[in-house]
């Protein structure tokens, strides 16, 4: 058994925190003192991010992405979630779903987006179908020619600067088709709602649209009617694989800052890090850590080999459960290591404190991963998890 990172993951690690370092770093003050980050930053990072060959990374190299295996895109994700501000999101990655595109859809959508000329959002929730997305209540009705969209979608993250969403829609209103779209955000009838404000300063919005009488083609149908949730289950892995990396990402830079900050401070005439309190938390936090860094680096590898759909569907709630939980309680005591500095928001530690907040809520409440867990060992028994 080798646990050793091969040269070409430990060069792929190396670049992607060197580009962490020196192409979002410089933006983080600009997104938390401006609410997000300006279109020329934008652009500044989307042209970095084709030079640096890291657009698309979960796509296929066939359609103009990078053709990573999941065990690279969490090698990237890791060294991402050290920035905050979520400007990491300005690195696209194009979503899973469009891999079952028409050849037709992928030249009109997927491979510009993986490019880098277009973007897209992905709209499920609603005011009343959170957790429960059958509770939808858009709908698709056919008309001559296409499709007659009507509903509102809410948390459109990325809906202030795609050009176009992928709105999840009961056909004829009945849950048991349900069914995604791809709509241009200029048709008639798409209306911004409005642009909430969260606790996070994200590099981008998460706007609310209404969708009024929105008519499409028949070719904007993503998959076949029916197919909306099978597509978003096998998103679900890939996208909590993702929060997983970034939670331990941003974990490691708040243990780095803390540790840091730990050894310079000094008070009662020593360094705060000879206080066995200060020195525990560092302890707890290197554990937590290297445990949820070694769940999140076995199961990339595992998915890599398997393709059990509902076991890494399983086993990937496990882990973004653990993940997001961790990273909230060691940013915690990194903003209680650096005391009053920790409550600064020009500290990476309290921008990292409140950016992580977020991982256990969305792709899936905390409390929904539990759900499918505990779903999964009523069913298989405890092995799945403990087993190996
Ligand atoms: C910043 C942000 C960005 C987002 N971006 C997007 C996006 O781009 N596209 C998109 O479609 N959605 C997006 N979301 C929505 C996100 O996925 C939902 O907020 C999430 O799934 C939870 O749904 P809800 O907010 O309606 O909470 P609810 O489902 O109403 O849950 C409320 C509480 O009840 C609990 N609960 C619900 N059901 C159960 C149960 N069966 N057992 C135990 N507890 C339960 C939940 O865990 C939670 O604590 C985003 C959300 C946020 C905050």
């Known amino acids: 058994m080798d646990f050793n990172l091969s040269k070409e993951h430990l060069e792929l690690q190396a670049k992607a925190k060197e580009f962490t370092e020196t192409v979002l770093f410089p933006h983080e003050m600009e997104c938390e ?9 934008h652009q500044k990072i989307i ?17 103009g992405g990078q053709g990573f295996s999941i065990f ?11 920035a905050t501000g979520a400007i990491w999101d300005a690195l696209w990655y194009p979503s899973y779903p469009m891999r079952f595109a028409t050849q037709a859809q992928k030249e009109e959508y997927l491979i510009p987006t993986c ?75 798409v209306e911004l709602k409005r642009t909430p404000l969260y606790t996070h300063h994200f590099a981008f919005k998460h706007p609310e649209y ?21 597509m978003t289950k096998d998103w679900f892995v890939e996208a909590r694989l993702g929060i997983a990396a970034r939670c331990v990402g941003g974990a490691i830079r708040a243990a780095e800052e803390a540790n840091k900050f730990a050894a310079e401070r000094i008070q009662f005439g020593q360094p705060i890090n000879n206080f ?24 990339s590898w595992e998915i890599d080999q398997t393709g059990d759909r509902k076991l890494n569907h399983a086993k990937a709630a496990a882990l973004k459960l653990y993940c997001s939980e961790m990273v909230g309680r060691v940013c915690d005591k990194a903003v209680q290591i650096l005391g009053g500095r920790g409550y600064m928001r020009e500290q990476a530690v309290e921008r990292l404190w409140r950016d992580t907040r977020v ?11 539990r759900v499918i867990i505990s779903g999964q060992i009523k069913k298989r028994g405890l092995d799945i998890y403990t087993g190996w």
């Open 72 to 82: 690279e895109q969490t090698i990237l994700n890791e060294q991402l979630g050290k």
């Open 47 to 63: 042209d970095a991010t084709l030079a640096w060959g890291f657009n698309a990374p979960n796509h296929s190299k066939e359609d």
């Open 359 to 369: 991982d256990r809520i969305w792709e899936g409440t905390s409390e929904i991963q």
């Open 210 to 230: 209404i969708f009024n009488d929105v008519i499409v083609g028949e070719d904007k149908v993503l998959g076949e009617i029916g197919q909306g949730y099978d």
């Open 33 to 41: 003192e401006n609410d997000g980050i300006s279109r020329e930053t």
């Open 115 to 189: 490019q880098g000329k277009r973007r897209d959002a992905y709209a499920i929730t609603e005011a009343d179908a959170g957790s429960d997305p059958t509770q939808c209540m858009t709908r698709a009705d056919k008309v001559e020619g296409g499709w007659k969209i009507n509903g509102e979608k809410w948390f459109v993250t990325i809906g202030d600067i795609a050009d176009y969403i992928l709105v999840h829609a009961h056909v004829d209103g009945d849950s048991t088709k349900p069914t995604v779209f791809f709509v241009e955000k200029n048709l008639p009838g």
């Open 276 to 299: 066995q309190a200060i020195e525990f938390m560092l302890a707890d936090m290197g554990v937590e850590i290297m445990a949820a860094k070694s769940m999140l680096y076995r199961l």
